[in-house]
C-alpha cells in the first residue's frame, strides 16, 4: 500500500533488476498513478513452480520525487 499525502498525484514504478526465481515472483501492477490525498494497493504475487527458496529484486520508484527504493521479495514453500 502507498498513500500520497501531497497535494498532487503522481506516477510510481516497479522495475524488475534480478529474476532468480523462474518468474514465479511478479509485480501484478507495475505502473500506477496515485491521486492526491489517496491510497494504492499493490499486488505482488507468489506462485511457487518447485519447493526451492527464490529471489527476486525490485526497484519501485516515484520519478517525480526521485525517490528508488529496492525490494527483494523472497518465497519459500514448506512441506
Known amino acids: ?3 500520497n ?11 524488475l533488476l534480478s529474476d532468480y526465481s523462474n518468474g514465479s515472483i ?3 501492477n507495475t505502473q500506477a498513478l496515485v491521486s492526491s490525498g489517496k491510497h494504492y494497493y499493490f ?3 507468489f506462485q511457487p513452480s518447485s ?3 527464490v529471489e527476486s529484486l525490485w526497484e519501485f520508484s516515484i520519478p517525480d ?8 521479495f523472497v518465497g519459500r514453500i514448506s512441506h
Not at 5 to 15: G, K, M, R, V
Open 43 to 45: 499486488l505482488v504475487a
Open 51 to 53: 519447493a526451492k527458496l
Open 65 to 72: 520525487h526521485n525517490i528508488k527504493i529496492p525490494f527483494l
Open 26 to 28: 511478479r509485480v501484478e
Open 5 to 15: 499525502p501531497t497535494s498532487t498525484p503522481y506516477e510510481t514504478t516497479w522495475t
Open 1 to 3: 500500500e502507498i498513500v
